[in-house]
């Protein structure tokens, strides 16, 4: 069955980067778009990026446009968001998707926490 792992997240200071990881099983990975939402306390789960299946073209929200970087490794069954220049409202938890046959797929998401 399709599985996806997310790691990488945690408390990180205003200005600072981290680099999410989702570990991909269970369908073609390299056949397949992949994306990563997020969900912040009180909100509604927001899409933040989108990657082809051969990588060649991705799509980001207004609000991570120039500050975040998707990518893929299709040896590796594995998709990446390097997040630079955090702010205190990327806080959330975040999370890896993909659609296969109709089917909305999901991760178990990890926290991000920009606090100083």
């Known amino acids: 069955q399709v599985q996806l792992v997310e790691s990488g997240g945690g408390l990180v200071q205003p200005g600072g980067s981290l680099r999410l990881s989702c570990a991909a099983s269970?369908?073609?990975?390299?056949?397949?778009?992949m994306r990563w939402y997020r969900q912040a306390p009180g909100k509604e789960r927001e899409f933040v990026a989108i990657?082809?299946?051969?990588?060649?073209?991705?799509n980001y929200a207004d609000s991570a446009k120039g500050r975040f970087t998707i990518s893929r490794d299709n040896a590796k069954n594995t998709v990446y968001l390097q997040m630079n220049s955090l702010k205190p409202e990327d806080t959330a938890v975040y999370y890896c998707n993909t659609r296969t046959w109709g089917v909305d797929y999901w991760g178990q998401g990890t926290q991000v926490t920009v606090s100083s």
């Open positions: 990657i082809t299946s051969t990588g060649v073209t991705t």
């Open positions: 269970g369908f073609t990975f390299s056949s397949y778009a």
